[in-house]
């Protein structure tokens, strides 16, 4: 059981402060949705939102086709996961899954019944009579889902569910969370501020920023294709040039910039913004010789050990940081400090992007 | 107490302690055991204390057993001693006032905590507390005079539509129940404020979330947390009430005699001080025992009231 969600031209206010400006966004029946931001975002607020515990200042929200303006939490057919779990500490484990049950007047032995049902799904059998405080954090974060699960809700949604988890544990759960989801097909909406959880999870990421939706794409897009310099920024490592762009043509554009004109990927509806160039550290490439365009002339001043890959921070001529990093697949040889070279990347790789959309 | 010494050196920390243990021994120990030991003793003469007539017995105990009177009950009728009577209903009214405090205080304390804006607390606590400020025989004359027959509350019920007579408030137990409950709700709201605040917002909304309604939010949720709470201010409202002698004396009746008049009676009319210690040593151990046993039922352990 699933359904669809719209929020249209949704906002937010809290007093003076607008917390959530303008989102509009369709979620799929069964897909697994991400909002992705930095804290204090309005990641959360769009999520109660959602689940009915306020209201917008604006816009609608359809939950299955069906308008809930005005409809209280208990009658939408979402269950909330929220940030602490909010476990009842003082009921039993197989009470706390039970618990939406035992609100519909469900007997007893169903209840308990249902409840190891859950139970197993969520990989906790045996678990029912222990106390929430007996349970470690990835647990009780099974526990958590597996309550919300019992209801049969058609969305569920999760608000950081996973930030208080160390990260083995974090790097476990978010398989089990993606398979759960997949085994139940339940519509999850998923709230975090860590880009890795989000583009490994979801089947689609909205990324916000200051109360309004960045962009929404498939992981891949976000990473390869950001919309923004926020979007560019905040999921990953990015080398940065001012410039001004020029001779726009075929979706490129010439970049003039205190290294020269530097080639790039532009949009159409970027042209007349203010723009920088923007290209990721793994595009960006060394070497002794200098490059047919795109090149800027560096020297290498630290090179740090990274484990899968090295990363090799280099300067320019005039002081600025260029970072670029190389596959520990010993294909690569890597420079010694102080080496001159030559950093240079795939005009297709490099991206001309304005900075985030935000009010005014 | 190293790190007593430590911040405040030998000669203050000595200080404070012989303080501390002064006030204990002098000011509660010793007295108590005095009036402990008395109890058993008969009341005499000067002159004859110390001399063969005194000797330790429960006599003054016994005293509460003498004097019957007739009583029915749903038209059965029964004797019962005068005093283990009034104990009896000192007990009964102070339960119902332990109820009454309860029912008021637990909506204020869950509106207070959980619904309030944050930013009017402090008023609302302040209007709270400046009752406080003025002494508690003020406070209890304030209410003799609301509850008059011709005063203010049956004024203002004539008034509005309320009533068509004026009611006699101060018969039998109703002036002694309503003036302790007044004095003694904020004994009752605080602890239940404390538990409730203490509640994570979060529970209420996931039962909330997951269909709960609001009579069964409380019942699943709210209560069992604050349930520490409640019990102290239980334990404190029973045991001021049924150890309170200013508003019974203040606000009772005709028909209404609280246990701890019957104690002030031995002391200040029959000054038989014996007698009197006997019966507030009854009070004081039926009481505790009253209270452990109303804590065992409602499964409460002392450390969590201690919290
Ligand atoms: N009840 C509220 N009253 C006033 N401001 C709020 C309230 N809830 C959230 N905010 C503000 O709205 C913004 C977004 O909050 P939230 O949605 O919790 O962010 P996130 O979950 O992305 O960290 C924050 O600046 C926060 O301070
Ligand atoms: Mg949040």
């Given at each position: 059981m699933s359904a669809k969600i719209d929020l249209d031209n949704v906002s937010c206010d809290f007093g003076s402060f607008r917390a959530?400006?303008?989102?509009?966004?369709?979620?799929?029946?069964?897909?697994?949705?991400?909002?992705l931001g930095p804290s204090g975002c309005g990641k959360t607020t769009i999520l109660r939102m959602i689940s009915g515990f306020i209201n917008p200042t604006e816009g609608a929200i359809r939950i299955g086709g069906k308008d809930m303006r005005g409809q209280r939490p208990n009658q939408r057919?979402?269950?909330?996961?929220?940030?602490?779990?909010?476990?009842f500490p003082l009921m039993p484990i197989w009470e706390n899954i039970s618990f939406g049950l035992e609100v519909r007047g469900v007997d007893k032995v169903t209840r308990r019944k249902k409840a190891e049902e859950l139970l197993e799904l969520v990989d906790l059998k045996g678990a029912a009579d222990k106390m929430v405080s007996q349970l470690s954090g990835g647990q009780k974060q099974r526990v958590a889902i597996a309550r919300a699960l019992a209801v049969e809700p058609s969305v569920m949604l999760l608000d950081e569910p996973l930030s208080a988890l160390d990260l083995k544990l974090r790097q476990h759960m978010r398989a089990e969370l993606r398979a759960i989801q997949k085994r139940t097909g339940v519509t999850f909406i998923y709230i975090t501020?860590?880009?890795?959880?989000?583009?490994?999870?979801?089947?689609?990421?909205?990324?916000?920023?200051?109360g309004r939706i960045q962009q929404i794409a498939n992981p891949r897009d976000i990473y390869n294709?950001?919309?923004?310099?926020?979007?560019?920024?905040?999921?990953?490592?990015?080398?940065?040039?001012?410039?001004?762009?020029?001779?726009i043509s075929g979706g490129m554009a010439g970049f003039e910039t205190a290294y020269g004109t530097l080639r790039a990927r532009i949009n159409d509806d970027a042209k007349d913004k203010a723009l920088r160039l923007y290209v990721r550290p793994e595009h960006t490439l060394l070497s002794a010789t200098k490059a047919a365009e795109n090149s800027i002339p560096v020297t290498v001043s630290e090179v740090s050990f990274e484990g899968a890959f090295i990363s090799v921070l280099c300067h320019s001529d005039d002081g600025k940081l260029i970072v670029a990093e190389l596959r520990n697949d010993g294909s690569a040889t890597v420079p010694d400090i102080g080496t001159k070279l030559h950093a240079s990347f795939d005009a297709a790789r490099a991206a001309l992007l304005p900075d985030a959309n935000v009010r005014g | 107490m190293n790190d007593l010494i430590r911040r405040y050196g030998v000669t203050i920390t000595a200080l404070m302690c012989l303080l501390v243990a002064f006030w204990l021994v002098m000011l509660v120990v010793v007295p108590n055991i005095t009036l402990f030991e008395q109890s058993f003793r008969p009341y005499l003469p000067v002159v004859e204390v110390g001399g063969p007539k005194d000797f330790y017995s429960f006599g003054n105990y016994a005293k509460v057993f003498d004097g019957s009177i007739e009583r029915t009950f749903f038209g059965y009728a029964y004797t019962i001693p005068v005093h283990v009577m009034t104990f009896g209903l000192t007990i009964w009214y102070s339960i119902v006032v332990t109820v009454a405090c309860f029912l008021l205080a637990y909506p204020l304390a869950f509106f207070m905590a959980k619904i309030a804006n944050p930013k009017s607390l402090p008023t609302l606590l302040l209007l709270l507390f400046i009752p406080l400020w003025v002494s508690e025989v003020l406070r209890a004359f304030a209410w003799w005079i609301i509850l008059a027959f011709k005063g203010p509350l049956n004024a203002l019920l004539l008034a509005i539509g309320a009533i068509e007579a004026p009611v006699r408030w101060i018969v039998d137990y109703d002036g002694v129940v309503i003036g302790l409950t007044y004095t003694y709700v904020l004994f009752m709201l605080f602890?239940?404020?404390?538990a409730i605040s203490s509640l994570d917002t979060n529970q209420i909304?996931?039962?909330?979330?997951?269909?709960?309604?609001?009579?069964?939010?409380?019942?699943?949720i709210v209560l069992p947390h604050a349930k520490p709470g409640i019990a102290s201010g239980c334990v404190m409202v029973f045991m001021l009430s049924a150890g309170s002698l200013l508003v019974p004396s203040i606000?009772?009746?005709?028909?209404?005699?609280?246990?701890?008049?019957?104690?002030?009676?031995?002391?200040?009319?029959?000054?038989?001080?014996?007698?009197?210690s006997a019966y507030a040593f009854i009070l004081l151990l039926l009481c505790t025992v009253f209270v452990s046993i109303a804590l065992k039922v409602f499964k409460v352990k002392l450390s969590d009231i201690a919290k």
């Open positions: 959530v400006d303008n989102a509009n966004v369709s979620i799929e029946p069964g897909e697994f949705f991400s909002f057919p979402t269950a909330l996961i929220f940030q602490n779990l909010a476990l501020h860590d880009q890795g959880e989000a583009l490994a999870m979801s089947d689609r990421v909205g990324v916000m920023s200051q294709a950001p919309i923004n310099g926020f979007v560019a920024g905040f999921v990953g490592e990015n080398n940065i040039f001012d410039g001004k762009a020029a001779a | 602890p239940i404020y404390n909304e996931a039962a909330d979330d997951l269909g709960a309604s609001w009579w069964r939010i409380h019942m699943r606000l009772g009746s005709t028909t209404s005699q609280w246990f701890t008049q019957t104690i002030d009676q031995w002391f200040k009319d029959a000054l038989d001080w014996n007698t009197a």
